[in-house]
């Protein structure tokens, strides 16, 4: 299995590629004369250092040839992220390497192993079942396609992705991003008319993710389950080693520089949960396959966007307990975590040091969850009586199920211009909004409201990816029409923007929004 690349690159050499690497400024032109002799630098350098991790860690393969693809959206932003050449968006052979049908030189794609627990309930190994890792770049950002084929991981599934599902993950790691919430990225999707079976007959589409890593905690739970000790250590060292140096060194739990890693990823993991429950982000499969090591938003499936304010809101259809609730997410993510530490105690080798560690998730979260809903409020200093307004905030919000998106920015608005018609008129109870507000004026009375009003524009945003916008632009893309797809994304890149001209996209969702049943099924 270790012929990376060997049976797509053969008598295809790619040209008029050019990129350039993000730490330094040094011109990195591919240059290959016409018959495919490289006679100067590779268009990305890769170094691939998972896959040097070693075979344990690892299926090395080459990705499955989608036919004749073409683009379905592509991020200008993610590109200058990689160092892409500004038209690499006309590139062919881009297209091509993007769909899994070429390989660019120098990367050697893998499948990578993990395990872990889905429900909560022990799932046994996973996988990168329909992912594939092209490598690392010199940048330090990993590449992957999703949806690139079968692997020694696919279990019984057919290694693709339909192209729903890859125009939602596409748009919802750029809309992450434009947030201000951590998230791998997302380059481009690519399509093709090639038949995908899921409920009904689909089509097939590959996304392109960009991120410094794609480990999960799913990654360690599979050397742990496995009693593989030293791989488990390999591993760790090299998340500290790359992305969590300052865990070495540390005077903290001894010097234990592993229980240094869960209490860091705690740390990430409380500030990504907290911003999740400030945007109202519901992420609808928290396994612990779906967590990153790194705290960044990952595996976009059948998430959304609160539109009313519900905390028992379930958007996963096939969550029929309810388990990943959007009220429920932050002790999800504890429960995540303590099956990290669980697989991490080898190394941390003191049950009580690992406890901890953890413990620093509930405490993050809760400052984080403060703090993002300060802002929201446009609080700046400190006042006694603070916490009961903001409690009293999401308790009015959850009475109406009034929308969420809309709320925060008419306030925002309202800090600026105290017209409250715009605000109130989200209320059936006008009364309770009314109570509600003199409260708040009262509040706002000992900030300067001026700058209040702008620090709130700046963190409630207009736009966000509602299901019923996704869905306009899906339904769109599948006759080929794939403007949806951009306009969307100028938008979500730029969410606190006013785009005066998108208020439609800015609105409450249509009545048939709510009927939008979104699953597992990808
Ligand atoms: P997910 O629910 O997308 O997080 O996926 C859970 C596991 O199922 C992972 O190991 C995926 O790689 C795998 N998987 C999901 N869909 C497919 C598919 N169509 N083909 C192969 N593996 C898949
Ligand atoms: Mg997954």
Redesign the pocket.
């Known amino acids: 299995m270790e012929q990376a690349g060997a049976r797509r690159t053969e008598g295809k050499p790619l040209i008029a590629t050019r990129l350039r690497p993000l730490r330094d400024n040094r011109a990195m032109s591919l240059a290959i004369d016409a018959d495919g002799t490289r006679t100067d630098d590779r268009p990305l350098n890769w170094i691939n250092r998972y896959a040097a991790l070693g075979p344990a860690f690892r299926t090395a393969l080459p990705p499955e040839p989608l036919p004749a693809p073409y683009w379905v959206g592509q991020s200008c932003r993610t590109g200058a992220l990689l160092g892409l050449a500004q038209d690499w968006g006309d590139s062919d052979e881009l297209l091509q390497a993007f769909s899994g049908n070429r390989l660019l030189p120098g990367s050697a794609p893998i499948a990578t192993v993990?395990s872990?627990h889905?429900f909560g309930v022990w799932?046994g190994q996973?996988?990168?079942?329909?992912?594939l890792l092209l490598g690392e770049t010199e940048s330090g950002l990993e590449v992957q396609l999703k949806?690139a084929g079968?692997?020694p991981?696919?279990?019984?599934?057919?290694?693709?992705?339909v192209l729903r599902s890859s125009i939602r993950e596409f748009l919802c790691s750029e809309a992450m991003h434009g947030l201000g919430i951590p998230t791998t990225r997302a380059l481009c999707v690519t399509g093709s008319d090639a038949p995908?079976r899921r409920e009904e007959i689909e089509t097939a589409a590959v996304v392109t993710r960009v991120a410094p890593s794609f480990i999960r905690f799913g990654h360690f739970e599979h050397f742990a389950a496995n009693n593989q000790t030293e791989e488990l250590k390999q591993l760790a060292d090299f998340v500290i080693d790359r992305y969590y140096p300052t865990c070495r060194g540390t005077e903290k739990f001894g010097g234990n520089a592993h229980a240094a890693l869960l209490e860091a990823v705690s740390e990430r993991t409380a500030a990504l949960l907290a911003q999740w429950q400030a945007v109202g982000f519901c992420h609808g499969?928290m396994?612990t396959?779906?967590m990153s090591i790194l705290g960044l938003t990952l595996?976009y499936?059948p998430f959304q966007f609160l539109d009313g304010y519900d905390p028992g809101h379930i958007c996963n259809h096939s969550d029929t307990q309810g388990r990943y609730a959007y009220a429920r997410q932050p002790n999800v993510a504890y429960w995540n975590l303590f099956c990290l530490g669980q697989a991490l105690l080898p190394l941390i080798g003191d049950q009580d040091v690992a406890l901890e560690a953890l413990e620093s998730y509930r405490t993050s979260y809760t400052t984080e969850l403060e703090a993002c809903l300060r802002a929201k409020l446009g609080l700046q200093g400190q006042l006694a009586g603070d916490r009961e307004l903001v409690q009293d905030t999401l308790r009015l919000l959850a009475t109406e199920k009034t929308d969420h998106t809309i709320f925060w920015r008419r306030l925002s608005h309202y800090a600026a211009d105290a017209q409250a018609a715009p605000l109130r008129d989200l209320f059936i109870d006008r009364a309770a909004c009314d109570t509600w507000l003199r409260r708040y004026d009262a509040r706002l009375a000992q900030e300067n409201a001026g700058v209040a009003a702008a620090a709130m524009l700046r963190v409630n945003p207009k736009f966000v990816l509602r299901n019923h916008l996704g869905e306009l632009a899906i339904r769109r893309a599948r006759e080929k029409d794939f403007s949806g797809v951009s306009v969307l994304l100028k938008l979500l890149e730029t969410p606190y923007d006013e785009h005066p001209d998108h208020e439609a996209e800015a609105g409450l969702p249509p009545d048939w929004a709510s009927s939008i049943e979104i699953s597992?099924s990808?």
């Not at 696919?154 to 693709?160: I, L, N």
């Open positions: 993990y872990g889905q799932a996973l996988g990168d079942g329909r992912a949806g079968r692997t991981y696919s279990r019984m599934g057919d290694g693709r992705a995908v499969v396994n396959d779906n595996d499936g597992c990808s």
